[in-house]
């Protein structure tokens, strides 16, 4: 009779580690040398976050930091990254500032020229602006960035444009009513 000898034994088994995190924000940053917008890319791999911007020259890297030194702040399309005092603000669509002060003054214009069809497709040129904008920052990245910065340990926080726009929209009325009650004071004296 043969017999077979027991298996070797098995090492134990541990579950691997899961991934570090590792998300990419593309945009512009503003440069105050030329007033112009460079284009930049932050990166966060291995526990830290990194910017890269284009230069003439070729990409720079302009900082590489733990995570955890870095406040991660962004409203609408934008992110800041705050390290060491210093802001980098990256838009997602750099051009949607333009666009939203031109779509302002035509605005106004329309609203003083009594144009209201002109006025009109100004709102929904800026409607139009706000949603390119906000989908900019979706390609871009923004939201993986912003998870991933957050799980690396950065700090971060988010104001999107929900809130934003209830806020313009709350200040709007302020106004409305303060105007309202100041006329009817105006008018009782």
């Given at each position: 009779?043969?017999?077979?000898?027991?298996?070797?034994?098995?090492?134990?088994?541990?579950?691997?580690?899961?991934?570090?995190?590792?998300?990419?924000?593309?945009?512009?940053?503003?440069?105050?040398?030329?007033?112009?917008?460079?284009?930049?890319?932050?990166?966060?791999?291995?526990?830290?976050?990194?910017?890269?911007?284009?230069?003439?020259?070729?990409?720079?890297?302009y900082f590489s930091?733990?995570?955890?030194?870095?406040?991660?702040?962004?409203?609408?399309?934008?992110?800041?990254?705050?390290?060491?005092?210093?802001?980098?603000?990256?838009?997602?669509?750099?051009?949607?500032?333009?666009?939203?002060?031109?779509?302002?003054?035509?605005?106004?214009?329309?609203?003083?020229?009594?144009?209201?069809?002109?006025?009109?497709?100004?709102?929904?040129?800026?409607?139009?602006?706000?949603?390119?904008?906000?989908?900019?920052?979706?390609?871009?990245?923004?939201?993986?960035?912003?998870?991933?910065?957050?799980?690396?340990?950065?700090?971060?926080?988010?104001?999107?444009?929900?809130?934003l726009l209830a806020?313009?929209?709350?200040?709007?009325?302020?106004?409305?009513?303060?105007?309202?009650?100041?006329?009817?004071?105006?008018?009782?004296?």
């Amino acid at each position: 009779m043969t017999t077979q000898p027991p298996p070797p034994p098995q090492p134990p088994q541990y579950p691997s580690p899961p991934p570090a995190p590792y998300a990419v924000f593309s945009g512009m940053l503003g440069d105050n040398a030329s007033g112009g917008w460079l284009l930049a890319r932050a990166e966060v791999s291995n526990g830290l976050i990194t910017l890269w911007v284009e230069l003439p020259s070729g990409w720079t890297q302009y900082f590489s930091v733990r995570a955890d030194e870095v406040t991660v702040k962004s409203a609408a399309q934008r992110i800041t990254l705050v390290v060491r005092g210093q802001s980098y603000p990256l838009l997602a669509d750099a051009r949607a500032v333009g666009r939203a002060i031109g779509l302002g003054v035509v605005g106004v214009v329309a609203d003083i020229v009594d144009k209201p069809g002109l006025e009109i497709g100004a709102d929904l040129g800026r409607g139009a602006n706000v949603a390119g904008a906000a989908r900019a920052f979706q390609q871009g990245g923004g939201p993986e960035f912003l998870a991933a910065a957050r799980q690396s340990g950065a700090r971060t926080s988010r104001l999107g444009y929900g809130p934003l726009l209830a806020i313009g929209c709350g200040g709007g009325l302020l106004v409305v009513v303060l105007v309202t009650v100041i006329t009817l004071v105006a008018i009782n004296f």
